[in-house]
């Protein structure tokens, strides 16, 4: 059964500092790989995916995530975070079923 | 396109009383999900549909849950009879080839069962 791990609950962090948020997968093959983004009240968005080839990718807002095939690991990183960033951030994966997701981590932007 | 539409957005309802959720997915899109989020469970998926058949629907709580896709564009969950523990955000999302793309999800409804 494929599962998402998201070990960080909440997370401060000032305005214009890098953020990583991490995220850790269990599938028995390479799944594929999302981060969503949920504003309060809104739905999921989509930032970025990962299907196959290049580990890196670019999503929107400046986002971008790294594969770890090793680590089992695809955590999000921004280099200089804004303050409209502040929403909470959902890792999920899949294979051949729907999308699983983790328990989501809240991120806090201190001016 | 308008997105994944969903109604009502707030639902609020007495213990006992049938809910009907509502889903129009994106035109196109041959899947349909329902998730529900809480904040003890978090995002769970309910069932979904492929081409308006009902694949997996192993994440349905109980009986008292029933969803339906009569066509490819129009989805409802019900829920009869209703209980407090059924309060949460429900989601619909769609995807266009395969459970296995990114899905678009619609701005959920909020049920709050008294």
């Not at chain 1, 599938?27 to 299907?51: C, E, H, I, R």
């Not at chain 2, 490819?72 to 209703?82: D, N, V």
Request: with cysteine.
């Amino acid at each position: 059964a494929q599962s998402v791990t998201q070990p960080d609950i909440h997370i401060t962090v000032s305005e214009g500092a890098s953020l990583e948020l991490r995220c850790n997968y269990s599938y028995g093959a390479t799944p594929y790989l999302f981060w969503y983004v949920q504003s309060p009240g809104q739905g999921l968005q989509l930032l970025l995916k990962y299907f196959s080839g290049d580990t890196l990718v670019q999503g929107i807002k400046g986002f971008e995530a790294e594969f770890k095939r090793s680590q089992s690991s695809f955590n999000l990183r921004k280099p200089s975070v804004h303050w409209s960033d502040a929403a909470e951030y959902f890792c999920a994966c899949t294979g051949r079923r729907a999308l699983t997701f983790g328990s989501g981590t809240r991120l806090q932007v201190q001016p | 396109d308008a997105g994944v539409i969903q109604s009502p957005r707030h639902e609020v309802t007495e213990m006992g009383q049938e809910v009907t959720l509502r889903c129009k997915p994106i035109s196109g899109h041959d899947y349909l999900f329902w998730y529900r989020q809480t904040m003890m469970r978090g995002l769970e998926l309910l069932i979904y549909f492929n081409n308006n058949v009902p694949i997996d629907d192993s994440g349905m709580p109980e009986d008292r849950f029933s969803a339906k896709m009569p066509n490819a564009s129009f989805s409802t969950l019900k829920i009869q009879p209703s209980e407090p523990r059924d309060s949460a955000v429900y989601f619909c999302a769609s995807s266009l080839t395969g459970a296995s793309t990114e899905a678009f999800f619609g701005q959920g409804t909020r049920l709050t069962v008294v």
